[in-house]
C-alpha cells in the first residue's frame, strides 16, 4: 500500500532488524583537488582554510557574550530574536502538536465552521470548564488556528480552516500519537533499543511473508492510506495528466483510491491495481463502489518476490520507494522496468528530501518516521535517479508540484539499451 505521513503497503520478502542501517549518502566522489598543500609549499588546502573559517565562527555564535552583544545591537537584534523564537519553538514543538491533537479530538474547527462562538458557548458544546475551554482556544489562536471575532467571540484562523472537510489531515494528526510514543527515548530509538509501535502498525515493514498477512493485518494502515490519498492524487496528478496513457499499473496502489481519482481525470484510461493480496481485496470494493469493475483489474501478490504484470503503459508508485532500504527499492525499480511497455512511463510520487521550501520534511520528519517504521528512508530527486539509472531508466525528469512537503513526482523511461 501506498505510504503516507508516510507510507506504502509495502512489504520485505524477509524479517529486518527493527533499526537496519539507513545511512545516507552525503558525500559525492569528485575529482581531487591540487592546491599549494599537495605540491609541498605546507600552506592549507582550500577544504581546509574553509574549515577553519566555519569553526571561528562557530565558536563566535556559541560564546554568551557574542549572544549578549548581538541581541543588543541594533543591526544584528532582530537576527538574533528570529532564531531565539526558532529555537524556542523547537523546544515547544510538542506542546504545539497536543494543542492542535485537542482540537482534532473535540471536532472545534468543525463547529467553528458552522458560526463564531464565545467561550461559554463552547464550553458547554464540548463539555469543558470554562476556563480550560478559554486556555485551549487563546492557544489556539496563537498558533492561527483559531482568530478571534471581536472582544468574545472565536472563529476559524487560517490554519484551522484548512482542516474543515479534511479527513485525512485529521487522521495523520490522531495517528503522530504513535509516533510520538516511540519518539519518547530518541537516543534510544537511534540505537534500535526495543520495538516500536509504528514497526507493528506497518506489519509488512517486518514481515517474513508479506503476502500472508491477513484483512485484519492490513486494515488500519490501508484506511489510513486511503483516507491522506486524496491529497496526493490532486498533486499528482495535477503535476503528471494521464490522459495521455491507456493503460496505468499502480505498484502497491492499496484499496485503490489513487486509481480512482486517475480513472475520473482519464475517462478512458485502464486502471490495474498491483498489492498484497489482502488489500487488493478492499481495491475491488472501491472500484465496484465506484462503477469502475470493467476498468480496474486487481491483482494480490508481492512486488519483491512476484513478477509484476506486464501490459501497462505507464506504471506508478505512489509514496512506496521510500518506505524501502536501497537494494529493496533497486529491486522494486527492476521489476517495474521488465513490467513496462518499451514506450512505457514509470511515474514515481513520494515526499523527497530536500524539496524546495521544506527541508526538514524529508531529512527529520521522514527520517525519524521511517527509522520508528523499521525500515526505508526520504530519497534526494538526485538520489532517485541514481537508482532510477542503475535499474535501466533514462529520460529521468522531475515535474513541478503544487505543494512539494507533500509529494515530489519523477519520470523516467526504459532505457533503450537496457
Not at 249 to 257: F, N, R, S, T
Amino acid at each position: 500500500m501506498q505510504h503516507a505521513p508516510p507510507h506504502s503497503s509495502h512489504h520485505s520478502t524477509h524479517p529486518s532488524a527493527h533499526h537496519g542501517t539507513h545511512a545516507r549518502k552525503l558525500s559525492r566522489v569528485c575529482a581531487p583537488r591540487v592546491g599549494l598543500a599537495q605540491i609541498g609549499l605546507g600552506l592549507p588546502s582550500v577544504d581546509e582554510m574553509v574549515d577553519r573559517f566555519w569553526s571561528v565562527r562557530d565558536r563566535l555564535m556559541a560564546s554568551a557574550s557574542f549572544r549578549r552583544w548581538a541581541a543588543a545591537f541594533p543591526l544584528t537584534r532582530p537576527i538574533a530574536r528570529r532564531r531565539s523564537r526558532d529555537l524556542f519553538d523547537l523546544c515547544a514543538g510538542f506542546v504545539y502538536s497536543q494543542v492542535l491533537l485537542a482540537c482534532v479530538r473535540l471536532r472545534l474547527f468543525d463547529i467553528l465552521a458552522e458560526h463564531s462562538m464565545t467561550a461559554h458557548e463552547l464550553s458547554r458544546r464540548l463539555g469543558m470548564a470554562e476556563e480550560a475551554t478559554e486556555r485551549l482556544l487563546r492557544a489556539a489562536v496563537s498558533l492561527r488556528l483559531l482568530a478571534r471575532r471581536g472582544d468574545d467571540r472565536f472563529g476559524l484562523g487560517p490554519l484551522g480552516a484548512a482542516l474543515v472537510g479534511n479527513p485525512g489531515v485529521a487522521a495523520m494528526v490522531e495517528h503522530h500519537a504513535m509516533l510520538y510514543d516511540d519518539l519518547r527515548d530518541p537516543v534510544a530509538l537511534l540505537r534500535g533499543e526495543g520495538k516500536t509501535a509504528l514497526s507493528s502498525y506497518w506489519p509488512y515493514a517486518g514481515a517474513g511473508h508479506p503476502s500472508d498477512l491477513t484483512a485484519g493485518d492490513v486494515s488500519s494502515y490501508t484506511a489510513l492510506m486511503a483516507a491522506s490519498q486524496p491529497l496526493i492524487a490532486e498533486e499528482v496528478l495535477g503535476a503528471y495528466p494521464l490522459n495521455r496513457h491507456r493503460r496505468l499499473m499502480d505498484v502497491g496502489g492499496g484499496d485503490g483510491a489513487f486509481l480512482a481519482a486517475a480513472a475520473e481525470r482519464a475517462p478512458d484510461l485502464e486502471v490495474v491495481l498491483f498489492d498484497l493480496p489482502a488489500v487488493a481485496e478492499r481495491a475491488k470494493l472501491r472500484f465496484q463502489s465506484a462503477g469502475l469493475q470493467d476498468r480496474a483489474t486487481v491483482i494480490g501478490g508481492d512486488f519483491l518476490s512476484n513478477p509484476l504484470p506486464k501490459g501497462a503503459d505507464a506504471l506508478s508508485l505512489v509514496r512506496v520507494l521510500h518506505d524501502h532500504d536501497d537494494c529493496e527499492a533497486l529491486t522494486i525499480l527492476r521489476a517495474a522496468r521488465q513490467a513496462l511497455a518499451p514506450d512505457g512511463t514509470l511515474l514515481i510520487a513520494e515526499p523527497m528530501a530536500e524539496a524546495p521550501g521544506a527541508h526538514p520534511v524529508g531529512d527529520a520528519y521522514f527520517g525519524f518516521y521511517l527509522l520508528a517504521m523499521g525500515r526505508g528512508h526520504a530519497r534526494t530527486p538526485h538520489e532517485i535517479t541514481d537508482l532510477l539509472q542503475r535499474a535501466g531508466f533514462s529520460s529521468v525528469r522531475r515535474h513541478a508540484t503544487a505543494m512539494p512537503l507533500l509529494t515530489g513526482v519523477i519520470t523516467a523511461s526504459p532505457a533503450k539499451s537496457a
